[in-house]
Structure formats: structure tokens, C-alpha cells
């Protein structure tokens, strides 16, 4: 079974420019995560899909950061405009609804360098 | 404010020796969760925990739920190099989908 599939793996941007993540579940899951997480800390849950809804949503800075998942699989996550503070490595993740215990598993993550 | 406090931050021991980490909190978990992660990849699920003072062992592995379900411990029995890397605990609050809250984890390296 292939894993939670995410490119870029790196991009460095100038501050002020715009970037944009995309994210390929494992077949059949039904609720796709992107975390962010800034060297040190633990993953902070960005926004949360059911299929194409979003669930949660509320530690996204949305004057900046916008994601979608228009056909319920695939998911891009775009910041516009990026900032310094914006460095981070973005998770994507995904579950599937029979997990009891919202069981989750990780792509290998985009690391974003804003300079 | 961070909800899962986990300790220590960083754990540097000689290979063959044993440590535990541990992950705190104030709140009630429905189950809550290990995950290791390695330089460049995402994490990766270790064991899921759900019942007050339950005890899960995986190879040299073993994870405890703390009897009120406020907090856990994993503790390695003679902790080998690939045991190196960030472990993370994170927390539900409720059943399904609910999302999880992690600790900032323990960032563990095993010297050879």
C-alpha cells in the first residue's frame, strides 16, 4: 500500500512570495490533515478535510494560508504572501474513517525555508 | 498554552542502556497516542493507548497509560542506535476523527 505522498520536499522562498504544498492520501482515507511544524516543536494541526469538507480549520492564519481539496483526494495547501516566521516543515497526513482511534499517517513532509 | 508537556526535551544515552520519557497533562484523554519520528520523514505510529493504566509492549518498547488518563510513558529497554530520533506523544479528546494534540516531543540519540 503506498504511503501519504507530498512534493515538493524543499523550497526556499523570499519572504513576500507565494508557495504552495500538494498532498496525495493513502487510497481511501477520507480525512486529510496538514500540520505545521516549526523546528523543536510538536505538529500543530492546520486544517482538517472529510472527504472535500473542511472539519477544522480554526489555527489556520487565513489572511495568509488557504487549502482545498475540491474532489475529496488530493489536497494543496498555498501560503500568500509568505513570511520569515512562515519557516517550517508542513505535514500532511491522512486517516481513514473505520480507525477508531484516529489513527494517522504522515507523509514525509515539505520543509519550507523563507528567507 | 500546551496541553501535553513531555520530558525530558533531549536524551542522549550510550547504546544498551534503558530510559523512559514522559508525557503530562492536566486533561482527560480518550486515547492518546506515541509516534517516532526520524530526521526528514514525517511521524510514524507507534502504539495507541485507551485504557487507564493500560501497559502495551513493542519488542524493547513499553507504553503505559497513566489510571486517569491524563498521561503516559514510554520506556526502552537497552536502547539501541536505530532507537534514535523525536518521539512524540499526542492526545484525542473524543472517538473518530477527532483531532489530535501533540507534545513537543523527546528528541532521543543513542550513542554506539
Known amino acids: 500500500e503506498a504511503g501519504v505522498a507530498q512534493s515538493p520536499r524543499y523550497k526556499i522562498i523570499e519572504k513576500r512570495q507565494s508557495v504552495a504544498f500538494w498532498c496525495n492520501p493513502i487510497s481511501g482515507h477520507a480525512t486529510l490533515y496538514w500540520y505545521q511544524q516549526i523546528l523543536g516543536q510538536g505538529p500543530k494541526l492546520l486544517i482538517q478535510?472529510?472527504?472535500?469538507?473542511?472539519?477544522?480549520d480554526s489555527q489556520l492564519p487565513k489572511d495568509r494560508f488557504s487549502a482545498e481539496r475540491l474532489k475529496g483526494v488530493d489536497s494543496t495547501l498555498k501560503i500568500q504572501p509568505a513570511k520569515l516566521e512562515d519557516s517550517a516543515v508542513y505535514l500532511c497526513?491522512?486517516?481513514?474513517?473505520?480507525?477508531?482511534?484516529?489513527?494517522?499517517?504522515f507523509g514525509p513532509g515539505t520543509r519550507l525555508t523563507v528567507l | 498554552t500546551q496541553l501535553l508537556e513531555q520530558s525530558p526535551q533531549f536524551l542522549s544515552i550510550q547504546e544498551g542502556e534503558n530510559l523512559t520519557v514522559y508525557c503530562n497533562s492536566s486533561s482527560v484523554f480518550s486515547s492518546l497516542q506515541w509516534y517516532r519520528q526520524e530526521p526528514g520523514e514525517g511521524p510514524v505510529l507507534l502504539v495507541t493507548?485507551?485504557?487507564?493504566?493500560e501497559v502495551k509492549k513493542l519488542k524493547r518498547l513499553t507504553f503505559q497509560f497513566g489510571d486517569a488518563r491524563k498521561d503516559s510513558s514510554l520506556h526502552i529497554t537497552a536502547a539501541q542506535p536505530g532507537d534514535t530520533g523525536l518521539y512524540l506523544c499526542?492526545?484525542?479528546?473524543?472517538?473518530?476523527?477527532?483531532?489530535?494534540?501533540f507534545g513537543k516531543g523527546t528528541r532521543l540519540s543513542v550513542i554506539a
Open positions: 478535510f472529510q472527504n472535500n469538507g473542511v472539519v477544522d
Open positions: 493507548v485507551v485504557t487507564g493504566g
Open positions: 497526513a491522512s486517516s481513514s474513517l473505520a480507525g477508531y482511534y484516529n489513527e494517522q499517517f
Open positions: 499526542a492526545g484525542a479528546r473524543g472517538s473518530g476523527n477527532t483531532p489530535l494534540v
